[in-house]
């Protein structure tokens, strides 16, 4: 399996889940100095292995891909149609008052700061984030996040909007914030879906490693 071995969760003739460090684009970016990246990595061992859904490069966790064009497309329904259950966890900064709440402001690009997004309520496409209180410390917070809609850097947009931006966000975070974390702390930790061909159900966890 070679650099795949230990990211690798699942794997069967109709998909392929694997475990995505942080700092490792999920799908080829602009420029030849951007073309290693786990799908990449990923055709290598499986031709026919196909892009579904993405992770930012620095999110970590739970990626899953189709074998074939027909596992792709109805992959790709089932996550426009919300059947399938992602769940993310985070650190933000400071305390969140309530256990639990939903946040639903709408997200649009940010020309001027591309590849940046911003709450936009003129022009940005609706978009909805659960979270819920894992832990707490006098100065962050543990979240579950669960996106209803996937909006590009929908959850980091959301959290900084309601002014607790995620611990070591490079686009979103004031300095103080971004200095508190070497890395982004946003974890794709669960993934639970039918099974494309069988419709059995299928669930995947990886818990967080912060």
């Not at 639903?104 to 909805?128: F, Y």
Request: net charge neutral.
């Amino acid at each position: 399996m070679g650099r795949l071995s230990e990211g690798l969760v699942y794997v069967d003739e109709h998909l392929v889940v694997f475990d995505k460090p942080a700092g490792l684009l999920a799908v080829p970016g602009r420029g030849e100095d951007k073309q290693d990246c786990l799908s990449a990595r990923a055709r290598e061992l499986w031709p026919d292995a196909l892009v579904v859904h993405r992770l930012d490069m620095a999110t970590s966790g739970l990626f899953l891909m189709a074998r074939g064009i027909a596992m792709q497309r109805r992959l790709g329904r089932a996550f426009e149609q919300r059947r399938v259950d992602k769940r993310y966890v985070a650190v933000v900064a400071g305390d969140l008052a309530a256990a639990s709440g939903t946040i639903t402001l709408p997200i649009g690009a940010d020309w001027p700061n591309r590849p940046a997004q911003k709450v936009d309520h003129d022009a940005g496409k609706p978009s909805v984030t659960h979270w819920r209180v894992l832990s707490r410390t006098p100065s962050a917070t543990q979240v579950e996040l669960e996106p209803v809609t996937g909006r590009t850097h929908q959850l980091r947009v959301h959290l900084q909007a309601i002014g607790h931006a995620i611990l070591g966000d490079a686009l979103y975070a004031p300095p103080e914030v971004l200095d508190l974390a070497p890395r982004l702390l946003l974890h794709a930790t669960r993934l639970a879906l039918q099974h494309p061909a069988s419709d059995e159900p299928l669930v995947f966890d990886s818990p967080a490693p912060f």
